[in-house]
């Protein structure tokens, strides 16, 4: 009996110890993927080739001189979220990537980063509109990007991540009208803008934007971006 017992003593110890190992774990990606400090969210230390998730998680968890980790008090302007996404690209180590888009929700704001050479776009990203801190925007920014992100390189896992785009841009157009006319009738698309691996199109209800959706470059699978809430304003660079 006292055999047993603290046998069964010691394996509920050792599952105590992986939930509080486990636990502290995912604060610490939670807190590096959602950080004001660009270079604690893109692996600053290393850069980009550190290792298979640099340019996205892990990195140094310390501040860098001129970027402010003090909350922001109140709302952010669209204008201040901008700027925190131009400092937050100038932390991540790769060239020649510009802000494009920032669009304003009820919940947050969104901005793509693009290739200035190639037109492609290379990152969604998200900005609390509290605290300004900015990181990757999950789904297909994250699962779905050959290039920038976490399956880049090809590397098969879910959906696939693939660099080339199979289906063509007005094909896939014609995929999210179809879907929109199942799931939210009465709303129609933009054009798509392409990515590495996806495209993500705009969706418009009575002429305004409404939110968005992404469809799957190769396989044509949707996925419907629902952590916006109400679209509220757009601002597009030249």
């Known amino acids: 009996m006292k055999t047993g017992l603290w046998i069964g003593l010691a394996i509920v110890a050792v599952v105590a110890l992986v939930f509080v190992a486990l636990t502290a774990g995912w604060a610490v990606w939670g807190r590096r993927l959602w950080s004001a400090d660009p270079f604690a969210a893109t692996g600053g230390c290393g850069g980009p080739g550190a290792g298979p998730r640099s340019g996205m998680m892990g990195g140094c968890g310390a501040a860098r001189p001129g970027w402010n980790t003090t909350p922001v008090s109140g709302t952010l302007t669209i204008e201040e979220a901008r700027d925190a996404v131009e400092h937050y690209i100038a932390g991540l180590g790769y060239s020649g990537l510009e802000v494009t888009e920032v669009m304003e929700f009820e919940y947050n704001f969104y901005a ?32 779905w990007n050959g290039k920038y992100g976490m399956h880049r390189g090809g590397w098969m896992m879910g959906g696939g991540a693939a660099l080339t785009n199979t289906i063509p841009p007005e094909e896939a157009v014609q995929i999210a009208k179809r879907w929109l006319d199942v799931y939210r009738p009465g709303t129609t698309v933009e054009d798509a803008d392409p990515f590495y691996g996806y495209y993500t199109v705009h969706t418009l209800k009575d002429g305004e934007i409404d939110g968005m959706l992404s469809v799957h470059g190769t396989t044509g699978q949707v996925w419907y971006h629902t952590w916006h809430g109400r679209f509220i304003q757009m601002l597009e660079e030249e």
């Open 112 to 143: 793509i980063a693009q290739e200035r050479d190639t037109g492609i776009g290379a990152l969604e990203l998200l900005i609390d509109k509290q605290t300004g801190a900015v990181g990757p925007e999950m789904g297909p920014n994250m699962m």
